[in-house]
T-cell receptor, first 112, second 116 residues
């Protein structure tokens, strides 16, 4: 399978803990996007990278959130001091330049 | 501010019928309008997309109609099948704006159930 891969698929954590998610994009894709999707809603844009450069961050991305794409390949999204409101599906997508976005199957985060 | 409004929230259609989902946008700078299909536990998958220089695009049983003056676009699923039961999202982006990437703004989704 050469699609977008996300790990883990599910994460349950206690409030206040830190969590980190990983995304492996389609290998030739230079752009990588993070979205958040809550139940019954459409995905909301969080941030995106072109190669290793983070070019835009949404206002949704508070200072507890940080994303990296150190070598322009895989990316990590870290949430520090998790809150119950962080519970959501975190989706990663990749594209080649302005081509269509290909999404992974997401990481479902539950904060208890 | 919700920039892409989608309706209805849910839809039930008989097998063989036509499913119609509508979206309206506010930002006139949007120039790319895709539709995504999402099954439970999966990420969204691109179905079909349109740009504002055409009024209609058809791929198999899926058709997008686009009305630039009304700032509306819709998805028609012809001959709906039980396997089409999923949540559908419209989206929009501005690809021309420098640095915008292909950042998509999604509608709220429509849950479609096709009854056999």
């Amino acid at each position: 399978d050469t699609g977008v891969s996300q790990d883990p698929r599910h994460k349950i954590t206690k409030r206040g803990q830190n969590v980190t998610f990983r995304c492996d994009p389609i290998s030739e894709h230079n752009r990588l996007y993070w979205y958040r999707q809550t139940l019954g809603q459409g995905p909301e844009f969080l941030t995106y990278f072109q190669n290793e450069a983070q070019l835009e961050k949404s206002r949704l991305l508070s200072d507890r959130f940080s994303a990296e794409r150190p070598k322009g390949s895989f990316s990590t999204l870290e949430i520090q001091r998790t809150e119950q409101g962080d519970s959501a599906m975190y989706l990663c997508a990749s594209s080649l330049d302005l081509g269509s976005l290909h999404f992974g199957n997401g990481t479902r985060l539950t904060v208890t | 501010q919700q920039q892409v409004k989608q309706s209805p929230q849910s839809l039930i259609v008989q097998k063989g019928g036509i499913s119609i989902i509508n979206c309206a946008y506010e930002n006139t700078a949007f120039d790319y309008f895709p539709w995504y299909q999402q099954f439970p536990g999966k990420g969204p998958a691109l179905l079909i997309a349109i740009r504002p220089d055409v009024s209609e695009k058809k791929e198999g049983r899926f058709t997008i109609s686009f009305n630039k003056s009304a700032k509306q676009f819709s998805l028609h699923i012809m001959d709906s099948q039980p396997g089409d039961s999923a949540t559908y999202f419209c989206a929009a982006s501005n690809q021309v704006l420098k640095g915008a990437g292909n950042k998509l703004t999604f509608g709220g989704g429509t849950r479609v159930l096709v009854k056999p």
